[in-house]
C-alpha cells in the first residue's frame, strides 16, 4: 500500500518539477535552496525536492507525503483570506465528505481536550500558529499545517451538562489551496500530529 501511496505522490512532484513555477517558493510560502523548498508542514520541518518529501528528515511515503505534495503541485499566488471564518460544511461540494471531516477532524481530539488545553503552547509553537482573541469556547487557537491552509479550532471542556468537543472551522478562501477531499484530509492528520503531541508529553 505504502508504494502505491509513495508513487502518487512522486506522481505529483514530476508534474511539479517538469515545470517548476519560478516563484514557488512565494507561492507556498518557502525557503528555497536549489531546487529544494522548506518549510513547515503537520508541525513538522518539510522539505520538497524533485526526489521525494521529508519531514524532520524523516521520508514520506503515505498519506502526508501525498498531502504536501498536492499542496506544492496547485500552489497559488493568492494570499490566505482568514476571515471570515467558515464551517466544512459551508464550502461547496463538501457534502461527501462531511461525515469524514466531522469524526476524524473534530471529533477524533474530544477525549484530549484537557491535555490539548495544557500543552497548546507548544501545539501553537509547533505548528506557527496563534491564539484566538474574542471567540466562543474555552479556549481557541488557530494552527498552520500548511502555510496556506490554516485550521481555527474551538474548544469546549467538559462540565457536569455536556461532554468536552471540538469545532474546526476554515479560512474563506481555504478551497483555493487544496482539493475538497485534501482539506479533509489535512484536517485529519493535523489531529493526529496534535494526539501524538499530547499522548508523547
Do not use: W
Not at 502518487?8 to 529544494?36: F, G
Not at 502555510?147 to 474563506?172: G, N, R
Amino acid at each position: 500500500m505504502s508504494n502505491n501511496l509513495l508513487k502518487i505522490q512522486l506522481d505529483y512532484l514530476k508534474e511539479l518539477y517538469d515545470q517548476l513555477p519560478e516563484d514557488l517558493a512565494e507561492r507556498l510560502p518557502a525557503r528555497r535552496k536549489n531546487n529544494t523548498f522548506h518549510f513547515k508542514a503537520f508541525g513538522r520541518n518539510c522539505t520538497i525536492s524533485a526526489d521525494g518529501i521529508t519531514l524532520d528528515e524523516e521520508k514520506l511515503t503515505g498519506p502526508t507525503g501525498i498531502l504536501i505534495a498536492l499542496y506544492a503541485r496547485y500552489a497559488r499566488r493568492e494570499a490566505v483570506q482568514l476571515e471570515p471564518i467558515k464551517s466544512f460544511k459551508e464550502i461547496k461540494g463538501t457534502m461527501p465528505y462531511h461525515g469524514g471531516f466531522t469524526a476524524r477532524t473534530e471529533r477524533s481530539l474530544n477525549p484530549f481536550v484537557e491535555n490539548i488545553q495544557r500543552l497548546k503552547e507548544k501545539i501553537i509553537s509547533d505548528f506557527d500558529g496563534h491564539e484566538n482573541e474574542g471567540t466562543e469556547g474555552d479556549f481557541s487557537f488557530t494552527l498552520y499545517p500548511l502555510p496556506k491552509v490554516p485550521l481555527f479550532y474551538i474548544f469546549y471542556l467538559a462540565d457536569e451538562e455536556f461532554p468536552a468537543s471540538v469545532t474546526c472551522l476554515l479560512a474563506s478562501n481555504a478551497e483555493l489551496f487544496m482539493p475538497l477531499d485534501g482539506l479533509a484530509d489535512v484536517g485529519e492528520y493535523t489531529a493526529k500530529r496534535v494526539i501524538e503531541i499530547v499522548s508523547s508529553t
